[in-house]
T-cell receptor
Framework: GAVVSQHPSWVICKSGTSVKIECRSLDFQATTMFWYRQFPKQSLMLMATSNEGSKATYEQGVEKDKFLINHASLTLSTLTVTSAHPEDSSFYIC????????????FGPGTRLTVL | AQTVTQSQPEMSVQEAETVTLSCTYDTSENNYYLFWYKQPPSRQMILVIRQEAYKQQNATENRFSVNFQKAAKSFSLKISDSQLGDTAMYFCAFMKLHNDMRFGAGTRLTVKP
């Protein structure tokens, strides 16, 4: 149980285009989802927290208009990178939390974004 | 704000030996959770072990155990009988109840045959 999927696992796009990454909880209801960014050989940095049905809360320094997060249902959150640039190339990881399991987050396998 | 510090960027250990990874954290909270995650080359985050701050007993999971010193805000991971498959990045993480996780910078562990 407690499986989180991400799609796509790898995406390459041209500079200036938008890319959408999906994060799904497959066998549980995720009341809260988190989006992290990980640059090569670095740690996970929290970008934003999203609760189902409400606006995401962004960490300081993360551009809200560039990284659009939608958590429209209890099993799906999406991250859209708008007008992507090469510096947005990174590994994006989502995690999900439920109200019932208060002491853990369940991580997706990550999405590698390469912007040319 | 909570901070997590891993002061060992890289560690190595001989197969079958024991290695300890260090982690310290800073918080004013009394109730929280601490984790060690393993990130292999696939980059999937794998939970190694979890410790609830209100529990005095150190958590253990087979070959993995922690030394949790709440007053010192220290949370080290001991890997016994190291195996080649233990080679990975290891991240220490802090989480308040129903809140986001904060990660340390990571320690790259190499198990040598």
């Amino acid at each position: 149980g407690a499986v989180v999927s991400q799609h796509p696992s790898w995406v390459i796009c041209k500079s200036g285009t938008s890319v959408k990454i999906e994060c799904r909880s497959l066998d549980f209801q995720a009341t809260t989802m988190f989006w992290y960014r990980q640059f090569p050989k670095q740690s996970l940095m929290l970008m934003a927290t999203s609760n189902e049905g409400s606006k995401a809360t962004y960490e300081q320094g993360v551009e809200k208009d560039k990284f659009l997060i939608n958590h429209a249902s209890l099993t799906l959150s999406t991250l859209t990178v708008t007008s992507a640039h090469p510096e947005d190339s990174s590994f994006y990881i989502c995690s999900a939390q439920t109200r019932e399991v208060y002491n853990e987050q369940f991580f997706g396998p990550g999405t590698r974004l390469t912007v040319l | 704000a909570q901070t997590v510090t891993q002061s060992q960027p890289e560690m190595s250990v001989q197969e079958a030996e024991t290695v300890t990874l260090s982690c310290t954290y800073d918080t004013s909270e009394n109730n929280y959770y601490l984790f060690w995650y393993k990130q292999p080359p696939s980059r999937q985050m794998i939970l190694v072990i979890r410790q609830e701050a209100y529990k005095q007993q150190n958590a253990t999971e087979n070959r993995f155990s922690v030394n949790f010193q709440k007053a010192a805000k220290s949370f080290s991971l001991k890997i016994s009988d190291s195996q080649l498959g233990d080679t990975a990045m290891y991240f220490c993480a802090f989480m308040k109840l129903h809140n986001d996780m904060r990660f340390g910078a990571g320690t790259r562990l190499t198990v040598k045959p």
